[in-house]
């Protein structure tokens, strides 16, 4: 575990803060003065770490509804991180196969204070080269994990599971200013970066794991995916199948918010709202709640981690399966990236994201898998989500899987 101030961190130059849901109006005046970074190996509670390392920086994270005011002379705020693996830690189980970039913390919390300044502007990127994606299984594997999926689901095992694919890259020059360029691309409601001593994460996630404001919390889960054309959307709202997937998976997360909500006050505001991200529709519901009295940072990240879109139903069965189907893990993917701030939180699902290491890009995507679920267009699926993402990052537009 690294527990670092700003001095002790790698000699990053001041520059305009990019993590997702970070203040707008405070971007350009923000200086890290504190972070943690954690690991699957330094053992321990991430989310007791994290709520408190916050609360020890002047972030009231031990009771997100004690009131709190955003103050310029206080912590504007702290970016938030925490992965697939750590999520699966803190709901006790399988956190999967080993990640493919063992560079990246599993928890990554960094406190900023408003400057007195603006940062300086960027210097103009240098030049860039990204290599060819190799995927960390082919199209084959791929369609077999999905069967193998179907059978743990036809023996009663689980409902449902998320399978999600690896690739990676080599590339040469500054990887941040690419990873950035994925916060630009259409429907990215959570983009951003942020970056520590070796390693940059890149988001383009239209997905809320978990916000809180004014003490209501919201989740806003997504599954279903066609291309965005007309006749995409007509079959996306008629797939029996799509809305099947969809209403599992909206269950979970109504039982997830109910643990930390307050009795009675879990709604669907709104069921199955196609919306668009790049060249594909999605279906997306909004579930919220009333924020139970002195809920912490804590108990919150262990009641929605992993998120239920990307793992499956039941979640540990899923887990499990997953542990056993997947041959990379998931790395800076389907965990959570966000900001926590006085009075708020707004954290975001690591879906249509990618990570550098010191020498390789990585990207995963994949889709949940039910009973009825073809191999051949989960393949596809998963390609069209990993196609934008390679595209901005500026390698090769074809899709990740072959």
Same mark, same amino acid.
């Given at each position: 575990?690294?527990?670092?101030?700003?001095?002790g961190?790698?000699a !990053?130059?001041?520059?305009?803060?990019?993590?997702?849901?970070?203040p707008?109006?405070?971007?350009?005046? #923000?200086v890290?003065?504190?972070?943690?970074?954690?690991r699957?190996?330094?053992?321990?509670?991430p989310?007791a770490?994290?709520e408190?390392?916050?609360t020890a920086?002047?972030?009231?994270?031990?009771?997100?509804?004690?009131p709190?005011?955003h103050?310029?002379?206080?912590p504007?705020?702290?970016?938030?991180?925490v $992965?697939a693996?750590?999520?699966?830690?803190?709901?006790?189980?399988?956190?999967?196969?080993p990640?493919?970039?063992p560079?990246?913390?599993d928890?990554?919390?960094?406190?900023?204070?408003?400057a007195?300044?603006?940062?300086?502007?960027?210097?103009?990127p240098?030049?860039?080269? =990204?290599g060819?994606w190799?995927?960390?299984?082919?199209?084959r594997?791929?369609?077999?994990?999905?069967?193998?999926v179907?059978?743990?689901?036809?023996?009663?095992? =689980?409902?449902q599971?998320? #399978?999600?694919?690896h690739?990676?890259?080599p590339?040469?020059?500054d990887?941040?200013?690419?990873?950035a360029r994925?916060?630009?691309?259409?429907?990215?409601?959570?983009?951003?970066t942020?970056?520590g001593?070796?390693?940059?994460?890149?988001s383009? *996630?239209?997905e809320?794991?978990?916000? !809180?404001?004014?003490?209501r919390?919201?989740?806003?889960?997504?599954?279903g995916?066609?291309p965005?054309?007309?006749a995409g959307?007509?079959?996306?709202l008629?797939?029996?199948?799509?809305?099947?997937?969809?209403?599992?998976?909206?269950?979970?997360?109504r039982?997830? #918010?109910?643990?930390?909500?307050?009795?009675g006050?879990?709604?669907?505001?709104?069921?199955?709202?196609?919306?668009?991200?790049?060249?594909?529709?999605?279906?997306? *519901?909004?579930?919220?709640?009333?924020?139970?009295?002195? !809920?912490?940072?804590?108990?919150?990240?262990?009641?929605?981690?992993?998120?239920? $879109? =990307?793992t499956?139903a039941?979640?540990?069965?899923?887990?499990? =399966?997953?542990a056993a189907?997947?041959p990379a893990g998931?790395?800076? $993917?389907?965990?959570?990236?966000?900001?926590?701030?006085?009075?708020?939180?707004d954290?975001?699902?690591?879906?249509?994201t990618?990570a550098a290491?010191g020498? #390789?890009?990585?990207?995963?995507?994949?889709?949940?898998?039910?009973?009825?679920?073809?191999?051949?267009?989960?393949?596809?699926?998963?390609?069209?989500?990993?196609?934008?993402?390679?595209?901005?990052?500026?390698?090769?537009?074809?899709?990740?899987?072959?």
């Open positions: 575990m690294r527990k670092n101030g700003p001095d961190v790698e !990053l130059p001041l520059t305009r803060v990019d993590a997702p849901a970070a707008h109006g405070c971007r350009d005046r #923000l890290e003065r504190e972070r943690l970074e954690w699957l190996a330094d053992g321990g509670d989310a770490l994290a408190a390392f916050l920086h002047g972030l009231t994270a031990d009771d997100l509804n004690r709190a005011a103050h310029p002379d206080r504007c705020g702290a970016a938030l991180y $992965s693996a750590a999520g699966a830690i803190l709901a006790a189980g399988h956190p999967g196969a990640s493919p970039a560079a990246l913390p928890l990554a919390v960094v406190v900023y204070d408003h007195a300044a603006p940062a300086p502007a960027a210097p103009a240098g030049p860039w080269w =990204v060819p190799t995927p960390s299984w082919s199209d594997q791929h369609a077999d994990a999905v069967a193998a179907r059978a743990a689901i036809g023996r009663g095992d =689980v409902y599971v998320n #399978l999600v694919g690739a990676a890259a590339y040469t020059g990887p941040r200013p690419a990873l994925l916060a630009r691309l259409p429907g990215a409601r959570y983009g951003g942020l970056h001593p070796g390693w940059t994460i890149g383009a *996630s239209p809320t794991l978990i916000a !809180l404001h004014a003490g919390l919201v989740t806003r889960p997504i599954k995916t066609r965005a054309t007309g959307r007509r079959e996306l008629a797939s029996a199948k799509e809305r099947a997937e969809h209403i599992m998976i909206v269950d979970l997360e039982n997830d #918010l109910a643990r930390v909500a307050a009795t006050s879990v709604t669907v505001d709104e069921l199955f709202a196609v919306r668009r991200w790049c060249d594909l529709w999605q279906a997306e *519901s909004t579930i919220s709640a009333t924020c139970a009295d002195g !809920l912490g940072l804590a108990d919150l990240l262990r009641a929605v981690c992993p998120g239920g $879109s =990307v499956g039941p979640k540990l069965a899923a887990l499990d =399966v997953v189907c997947e998931r790395g800076a $993917s389907m965990g959570a990236l966000g900001w926590i701030g006085p009075g708020h939180l954290l975001g699902l690591t879906i249509r990618a290491d020498h #390789l890009l990585h990207a995963w995507a994949g889709g949940g898998i039910t009973w009825d679920s073809d191999p051949d267009a989960e393949v596809a699926e998963a390609a069209a989500k990993a196609r934008p993402v390679r595209a901005a990052l500026g390698g090769d537009p074809a899709p990740a899987y072959r």
